[in-house]
């Protein structure tokens, strides 16, 4: 994630890559808050987004070109304390689109959200028929 | 948005506020972009989010508390340029929840994406039945 | 919509064309209810799914292959009445993939539900990069 | 689902049911294909709506009144073959909303479909601050 500004200003890194899932974690700190002072939606679906895109590059060896299509997310529970995990897994990879399940967590194991993302290959051939 | 410190850090403010609905901004700027140069998908998710918020807190009069329960964005085109606006607009607004829409614009007047997000009125009253 | 049987099994017809735009309509009928008495979930999301794949088919003359990739429903308000009405419109039209959203509405004019829906064009070339 | 006229035209039955998990089936037959010969869409969004919903009356013993408000289905195979199975799963059972994953499955244990349902107990009290 070096290159990644946005990334780096939420302070999102990778701990831990496997057979198409990759997990990430994000210190909570004030600044990704919101006024009620739990951890801000926004920082909740980046790290949905980037846990499955991280996936999708983990599982292509950053080879291929991909974006963001969609994204559904969850909140199941405020997120406070000291750290945010999020474990992206890929359900399913085609020739042009990968989608992928993320699961975010909060420091004492719970379940806290949950995203459905797709992203697309965008140097996909063309589909054969 | 006073007191919103993540919102603060993306430097999102409201332009316009209408009838259910809110428009708010957020400069581009290095720190926003993905490895690609584009806007970070978490970024757009993020305005969608408070958009909507915003509007629920508009109609309201700041009155309610609120969270975000889900949302749901489609990411139509790259966003690159000086700036991006959100436009949230409640389609409905119930005892509980309210629901509303977001159109995300880029600065030449694209609709770059668009998002379907549900708040929880977490004072809401008990149903009647 | 002649030859799609479980449109048919539905009773689902379109009712107007319009540019990226097309409505359907289905009468209320015992059969597609729920156990509260009110048009099942399932009819809803059919109703967008089809809102939005006959613009799609509309927009193309009928000449593309496509197929849904996902979709995001929305339920405003229980469905009652005679009959229902799903409008479906394309909010971007890309070489590969084609993302509309389908207003559902009672025979009151109530915004009964909202859906966007990706649809993927299943012959498109490859990208252009 | 004997009073669920919908469900009964579909042919939806539960075929499982444990710890916050419902599954059901429903046999394939040409009524519920769409014109490409592979099952229609909105029958997979209706199974996954099902399943959650009858996980949901399975936890509770059928004693709480619920609605479905919002629904997210990612399609990730076309379905053929003999007959299709849900499986629903509780994520999250709060006061006022239940959140489940449902995974659709094809009769060659592929997974088909995913989704993300949001049911909301109609009867639940005022939330407790």
Known sequence: LANEPFNNLLGIRTIETGDKTVTIECQLRPELMNS?????GGVTATLADVAVGQAVEHHFGGARLNTTVEMKVNYLRPIMGTRVTARGRLLRIGNTLCVGQADVMDDAGN???VALVTY???????PVR
């Open 36 to 40: 009620d002072g739990v951890l801000h």
């Open 120 to 126: 697309m290959l965008l140097d996909a051939p063309a």
């Open 111 to 113: 379940l806290a959200g």
